[in-house]
């Protein structure tokens, strides 16, 4: 995983700073993330969900309640901050998020929030190949990443540009990571998802058929 630490950017790896910037800047209680889990996961009662890279699992705020949740992040302090703040609703395991558990199987949703861009093309082909053997036949893999696109503006463009992770790419260069996986994948730019000019690729990722 590249990820850069040092500086300002250090900051985000502290749980409590980085709940508190993603709230700022909208991804948290914001439209961020409840826009995405909308319009994008659209969980039903009782779906079965893997996050992984999960974070501080605060995508649990805009689930149902009723939602079987498992989240994966490889940071001790985020696993810590998750098991805190929400205890039994879900659980949660410190671990590489491109070669998870082999228990992790049959789940109807796997979430990877602004993951891939902290990872290589070799990375992050392993973690699209490992959200589909988890998931049941006709399950679906949600990714969102910020994305650099010709038209984005130049605020925007720096912003990502200073990111901690160093694989962001252009929409079709996502798309490409899933090239050879069982998955037919749609591919949508949303610059609404934050307060701060900014841009993001989501990718639906049905599975097709079942992973071997």
Request: charged letters at 25%; hydrophobic letters at 35%; aromatic letters at 6%.
């Amino acid at each position: 995983m590249s990820e850069v630490r040092t500086g300002v950017r250090s900051l985000l790896s502290r749980p409590r700073v980085y709940d508190t910037w993603s709230r700022l800047v909208g991804g948290g209680r914001g439209r961020g993330r409840p826009l995405l889990i909308t319009e994008h996961v659209h969980p039903g009662p009782g779906v079965r969900i893997l996050d992984l890279g999960c974070g501080t699992a605060e995508l649990l705020d805009h689930l149902p309640a009723t939602s079987d949740y498992v989240g994966v992040d490889v940071s001790h302090a985020y696993i810590k901050q998750a098991r805190e703040r929400f205890g039994s609703r879900g659980e949660f395991r410190v671990g590489d998020a491109t070669s998870i558990d082999d228990d992790l199987r049959d789940f109807d949703i796997v979430l990877a929030f602004g993951v891939l861009h902290h990872l290589d093309d070799a990375q992050a082909r392993r973690l699209l190949d490992r959200a589909a053997r988890a998931l049941k036949p006709g399950g679906r893999a949600v990714t969102v990443d910020p994305v650099f696109t010709p038209e984005m503006s130049p605020i925007a463009r720096y912003v990502i540009a200073h990111d901690r992770g160093q694989h962001v790419r252009g929409p079709d260069a996502y798309r490409a990571l899933c090239d050879g996986t069982p998955f037919d994948v749609s591919v949508r730019v949303r610059t609404d998802v934050l307060r701060i000019p900014y841009a993001h690729c989501v990718m639906d990722c049905a599975l097709g058929r079942p992973a071997d």
